[in-house]
């Protein structure tokens, strides 16, 4: 009983300290709401003769710039909005110094990047292609791995500080297995599913890997590497067998000097001393400062393009397919088909790309989303260009497309689905806690977690799941004039690279969303057109601060659990936002 009233205590004053700083924030945000409502836009930034673009790209890089609301920024101080950088972004400004006679090179000071595969293929074609103009291209950071590297490769000169390190070993790929971890909990996951490579289920139901499942992640974590170490070692005219063997003995890793003498790295010197190396290149007195231009500064300096009576419009749907997600962060159905209706009865707009970026989510959802792509391509020119992911749901959605376009790193396919209902009887009896159900029917109860499905109820979600799985190939066999029963030798929940999805059938070609773009004018038949974002973006600060802080939870259990165990809370909260039958990719880590 003291153990009670010890832990009662505890709770009640955290609740009254979480009520009495609930308050305090809501009037720290009002004072905020009003000063940046005075603040104004900033206005462009002039840029100066013999400038540089510096790109750290350091945190998230999504495809679209999406503004965030930062309730915990806000109250130390910082504006409390948060943004991602939006690859358009910045290949428009790589673009846009290929030509600009102010800006005499590129400087690439990282420090990590948080991104896709496919994203760091098409900012590096972009530097390469900048490169050709003959302007340099200087690389400097503490340290590399996979990721700064293969965008350094590109470089003129590589650079690093004297104790860094080249921390390039390969790419791994992780997944976490629950089954024997939520048996000591009594907890048991009724899983009903399709595909025998539908391996975002297999951790609830075993404790380690399947041979199918560690077959597709093998190919796929192959496919990208070599396409990885293939670009490095053609910029860098190495070898690849001696590449690859020094990666797999760790030289890089281990040895600085030999990162220098086998040519990666061209010197091992400071900050100041790689500026100093840039102002040489580019005829900068070695007393005047280096004239450096952010990318957020640059974009701001760009000119809008002149806009064109004729138009395609690009459809972003980035992030899962979940009808209860974050209107910034997730994909909707009523948002994306709100996207698909505008574009349809603009008659502006000749020609649409639908850029995916998704590992899927919600059958129902991908279903109407697939109906309103389906509608505007039977109206007007639909060409896919996929991001890092289009799978399983984000690849349903694809299926409409006169033409698909992936990156060959893109992570695609994955045609399955499945349904998981946790049921929790047994951990409720070793605490002896008891559930009893009333209802007006024998299956009233179905689906809840407190009572175990029974046979019927199996069979009814089974036949649930093969209606949405062959309506799912019946799509894809139409999109790619197949036979169902080819889509099924292919599907059964695999994933593929986009280079091996193009051997296959399940895309048309590879490339980027501007080669997307070129097929969708061509499909037109428009010459010169300017491009429109759908759907609109919600970036109303205010509004946003206000939502944030009304999801903000002050006293954040999350913040109390070990980082080792933050995978078992991302899935739980996955689960328990899902509903329905899932056409979703499993949850791997790909480590490098």
Not at 64 to 82: A, K, N, P
Not at 122 to 137: C, M, T
Not at 318 to 339: L, Y
Not at 430 to 440: A, I, K, P, Q
Request: glycine share 6%.
């Amino acid at each position: 009983m003291k153990e009670f009233f010890k832990y009662f205590f505890a709770s009640f004053a955290a609740m009254f300290l979480y009520s009495i700083c609930s308050v305090g924030i809501y009037f720290v945000m009002f004072i905020c709401m009003l000063s940046m409502g005075g603040s104004g836009m900033s206005s462009s930034t002039n840029i100066e003769d013999k400038s540089v673009l510096q790109l750290k790209l350091n945190g998230s890089i999504t495809d679209r710039s999406v503004t965030q609301s930062d309730v915990y920024g806000m109250l130390s101080g910082s504006i409390g909005i948060e943004q991602t950088t939006g690859l358009t972004d910045i290949l428009r400004s790589i673009k846009a110094a290929k030509t600009d006679k102010k800006i005499l090179a590129i400087y690439l000071n990282f420090s990590s990047i948080s991104t896709d595969f496919a994203n760091l293929q098409n900012i590096r074609e972009a530097l390469e292609d900048f490169a050709e103009s003959g302007k340099p291209i200087y690389a400097w950071a503490e340290s590399y791995d996979l990721a700064t590297y293969y965008l350094a490769s590109t470089a003129t000169k590589i650079y690093m500080r004297e104790l860094g390190g080249l921390e390039i070993k390969g790419i791994a790929s992780q997944s976490m297995f629950y089954k024997p971890f939520l048996d000591r909990l009594g907890i048991d996951m009724q899983v009903i599913r399709h595909g025998k490579f539908k391996s975002a289920v297999e951790p609830y139901l075993q404790g380690s890997m399947s041979d199918a499942n560690r077959l597709q992640m093998s190919t796929l974590v192959n496919d990208i590497w070599t396409i990885f170490a293939k670009d490095i070692c053609l910029s860098k005219n190495i070898s690849e067998e001696d590449f690859n063997n020094n990666v797999d003995n760790l030289a890089y890793y281990s040895d600085i000097d030999f990162c220098v003498n086998s040519g990666l790295i061209d010197g091992l010197i400071s900050h100041k001393a790689a500026e100093d190396s840039i102002k040489a290149a580019i005829d900068v007195d070695s007393d005047d400062d280096l004239n450096i231009v952010t990318l957020k500064d640059y974009i701001s300096s760009l000119k809008k393009d002149k806009p064109k009576s004729d138009k395609i419009a690009i459809i972003y749907a980035e992030g899962e397919i979940d009808p209860s997600g974050d209107e910034n962060t997730s994909i909707t159905a009523a948002k994306i088909c709100d996207a698909f209706k505008t574009a349809q009865d603009d008659e502006d707009i000749k020609a649409v790309v639908f850029r995916i970026n998704s590992p899927g989510g919600s059958a129902t959802e991908s279903e109407e989303i697939y109906q309103a792509a389906k509608a505007c391509g039977e109206k007007k020119p639909l060409v896919v260009s996929m991001g890092g992911y289009a799978a399983s749901g984000g690849y349903y959605i694809a299926c409409p497309a006169a033409k698909i376009v992936a990156m060959p790193s893109t992570i695609t396919g994955s045609i399955g689905v499945f349904g998981v209902i946790p049921n929790v009887e047994k951990l409720l009896k070793d605490y002896e806690l008891n559930v009893e159900t009333v209802g007006t029917h024998k299956h009233s109860g179905m689906g809840s977690m407190y009572t175990k499905m029974d046979s019927r109820e199996i069979d009814v979600i089974q036949q649930s799941v093969e209606t949405v799985y062959g309506r799912f190939i019946s799509h894809v066999a139409e999109g790619r004039n197949m036979t169902t029963a080819d889509v099924d030798s292919i599907g059964q929940g695999r994933v593929w690279s986009g280079a091996s999805a193009l051997e296959i059938g399940l895309v048309d070609t590879l490339g980027s969303l501007n080669d997307a773009l070129k097929i969708a004018a061509e499909l037109a038949d428009v010459s010169e057109y300017s491009t429109t974002a759908l759907p609109n973006m919600n970036d109303d600060s205010m509004n946003m601060l206000l939502r944030s802080l009304l999801l903000t939870k002050v006293f954040a259990p999350e913040s109390q659990i070990p980082e080792e165990c933050a995978p078992l809370l991302n899935e739980y909260n996955r689960i328990k936002k899902m509903k329905g039958v899932q056409c979703r990719m499993e949850p791997f880590m790909l480590e490098y």
